[in-house]
């Protein structure tokens, strides 16, 4: 059975740095893409980042373009969101999500339950 | 603001035929594939609606989606009380080099 843990999420101030992580099991993991997806409090989904299945290729919202990265260890069966000069806006539930296929743009085919990131002062 | 437009709600009553709209542009919708999800009340999304109108394994068949130029629709038939969900569509984008969604339809089974 496929799975994704995400952790890593608390409560950080403006201009903090967190590291969420996404534990996968029950699949290949190397030939997959795997996404982040974050829907703030009441709101809706919104694309964050995504990676290659051999972390070749990522891609990213511009909103957080230049402070977000995303990785992945696929000796570890992990992915990563590392997160820097957090702001207000980036308050949200982030989902891991797993990809159809090996490729960024294949579509998003199973979510994991998400991480709670709130940045307030 | 989202990339795709989707009515923020729908309604219906047990039974009946509801159908959702998400419309786009040419750098998504109008040359990639649509997605949809269903997020029920507590719960992360799941896949409903892949590649404009396949169903995954285990969807009902009452779920079924198709594309018309720039717009995709859900349409959900003999609607039950536990369709009662947030639905998102969702598409890769060209231009962006990246995946935008829907603001999200809200329905409501009456």
């Known amino acids: 059975e496929e799975q994704l843990l995400a952790s890593g999420g608390t409560f950080v101030q403006p201009g903090g740095s967190l590291r969420l992580s996404c534990a996968a099991s029950g699949f290949t993991f190397r030939i997959y893409a795997l996404s982040w997806v974050r829907q703030a409090p009441g709101e809706g989904l919104e694309w964050v980042s995504s990676i290659s299945g051999s972390g070749d290729n990522t891609y990213y919202a511009d909103s957080v373009k230049g402070r977000f990265t995303i990785s992945r260890d696929n000796s570890k069966n992990t992915l990563y969101l590392q997160m820097n000069s957090l702001r207000a806006e980036d308050t949200a539930v982030y989902y891991c999500?797993?990809?159809?296929?090996?490729?960024?743009?294949?579509?998003?085919?199973?979510w994991g339950q998400g991480t709670l990131v709130t940045v307030s002062s | 603001q989202s990339v795709l437009t989707q009515p923020p709600s729908a309604s219906g009553t047990p039974g009946q035929r509801v159908t959702i709209s998400c419309s786009g542009s040419s750098s998504n919708i109008g040359i990639n594939y649509v997605h949809w999800y269903q997020e029920l009340p507590g719960t992360a999304p799941k896949l409903l609606i892949y590649?404009?109108?396949e169903r995954p394994s285990g969807v009902p068949d009452r779920f079924s989606g198709s594309k018309s130029g720039t717009s995709v629709f859900l349409a959900i038939s003999g609607l039950r009380s536990e369709d009662e969900a947030d639905y998102y569509c969702a598409a890769w984008d060209d231009s962006l080099s990246g995946w935008v969604f829907g603001g999200g339809t809200k329905l409501t089974v009456l």
């Open positions: 999500v797993k990809h159809e296929g090996f490729r960024g743009n294949s579509h998003f085919e199973y």
């Open positions: 590649a404009n109108n």
